[in-house]
């Protein structure tokens, strides 16, 4: 299968990092097609504006779908619409910021999930443009699970997580997996640590086997 992975994660020997390279290492060597989009690395700009596009459909006023629409994309932009195209699973690996993903790839989202390439009309949800493709949120959070408990004091990881997972997801036609979530890993020990790469490792193994989660349910 192919496997697209986007790390939105400023350091790479944090444990979002290790996470990102534990699923290249794992995919590959089950045998999937892995190609990633490491947004700092490539200093990818999350601003959008006219520099999103070749073409330019109206010169005194901007409106960013019409441009979508009719527009030529920049070859940065077009490049990461291809990768996305190509994929048949994705993952986000991000840490948790302000209750969603971080900055750079919210704009990557912006800019990338195009109206009329991967939604508009009647082409959205069950049936967007990209059904048939499945996608795994994988992140990590400062606090400590029982923070993200529904009685606990930041309120239930998966209603936090809903905005992401059926408003830009399942939105263009993504399937959404049950997300892999490690709580606070500042706070383990090394051990700890390893033992949670352990486990995401094995569980990517058979990733593609794993029921999906119910649509607007969770």
């Known amino acids: 299968m192919k496997i697209l992975i986007v790390l939105a994660h400023p350091e790479l020997q944090s444990m979002n990092g290790a996470m990102y390279h534990t699923a290249i290492e794992t995919l590959q060597a089950e045998g999937h097609e892995v190609k990633v989009s490491d947004l700092y690395r490539q200093a990818f700009d999350p601003v959008s504006d006219r520099r999103n596009f070749t073409t330019v459909h109206n010169p005194s006023y901007f409106k960013q779908q019409l441009e979508e629409k009719d527009g030529v994309f920049s070859p940065d932009i077009e490049t990461e619409q291809q990768k996305v195209e190509w994929c048949d699973m994705m993952i986000w690996q991000f840490p948790l910021w302000w209750f969603t993903v971080p900055g ?8 990338v999930f195009a109206y009329g390439r991967f939604y508009g009309e009647a082409k959205c949800y069950e049936n967007g443009v990209l059904k048939g493709k499945k996608a795994l ?16 004091e930041h ?36 051990e700890e640590r390893e033992g949670v790469l352990r486990n995401y490792g094995e569980r990517l193994k058979g990733i593609f086997e794993e029921e999906l989660l119910s649509v607007g349910n969770y």
Do not use: H
């Open 104 to 111: 750079i790839l919210k704009g990557w989202v912006d800019k």
């Open 137 to 152: 949120l994988s992140l990590t959070t400062g606090g400590t699970a029982e923070k993200y408990e529904k009685t606990g």
């Open 155 to 190: 309120g239930d990881i998966d209603a936090i997580l809903k905005p992401i997972n059926r408003g830009m997801l399942e939105f263009v036609g993504f399937s959404v997996l049950e997300p892999q979530v490690v709580y606070a890993p500042v706070r383990m020990t090394e």
